[in-house]
Structure formats: C-alpha cells, structure tokens
C-alpha cells in the first residue's frame, strides 16, 4: 500500500513558522477529510487539525487555534498545515492520514514516516 509522504517539517526558533506538506501518489485524497496528527517526544499521537472533502469545514485543537491553519489542494492531491507562533510544546513529528469525516478522529490509511518539527527556545 502507497504511503502518505509528509514534508516541510524542520527546526526552527520560537515564534518562527512552518508549512507542513502531506502527498500521497496513486490514490486520491478528493472524497476524504484530511487530518494532521502531532506526536510529541515521548508521547502518544493524537489529532491536531482536519479539514472536510469540500474545505468548508475545518476542526482545530484548542492549543493551535488561532495559530496553526489547515488547507487542501484537491487539483495537486495535497495538503497543508501553516503553523505560525510555533512554541517548543509543538517540537514533534507530523503526521498526515485521511478520515470519513472532519469530527470523527478515525484515520483510515497507513501511516507514513512524519516530519520532524523541533522549536527552539
């Protein structure tokens, strides 16, 4: 099975941004919801940001509201993850996976390798 294939993720101070990436070639994101997961050193992986099949809808954790912004790109089966006001506590691997719907946390796709975001102080 084709793995989703994470990018963008790298070190960065304090306050800085980063803009994660999530492809998959060979099958379609079109028909999903699209979610990033956030696995911190140490700790389980849990759910960050979704967004529905159409873009109308998108779901955020309280801690990367107003910070973090999720969109897709159905013509380049892409999408993204704009994390801006990056704090230390979002030092992790990214994940990318699709789902049924935005409010249900149920990643349906195998999993890829993440990308590393590191924040510095």
């Known amino acids: 099975q084709a793995q989703l294939q994470e990018s963008g993720g790298g070190l960065v101070q304090a306050g800085g941004s980063l803009r994660l990436s999530c492809t998959q070639s060979?099958?379609?994101?079109?028909?999903?919801?699209l979610a990033w997961f956030h696995q911190a050193p140490g700790k389980e992986r849990k759910f960050v940001a979704a967004?529905?099949?159409?873009?109308?809808?998108?779901e955020y954790i309280d801690s990367v509201k107003g910070r973090f912004t999720i969109s897709r790109d159905n013509a380049k089966n892409a999408f993204y993850l704009q994390m801006n006001s990056l704090q230390p506590e979002d030092t992790g691997l990214y994940f990318c996976n699709v789902q049924r719907d935005v409010e249900i946390v149920a990643p349906r796709w195998s999993w890829g390798q993440g990308t590393q975001v590191t924040v510095s102080t």
């Open positions: 967004i529905s099949s159409s873009g109308d809808s998108v």
């Open positions: 060979g099958r379609t994101f079109e028909n999903y919801a």
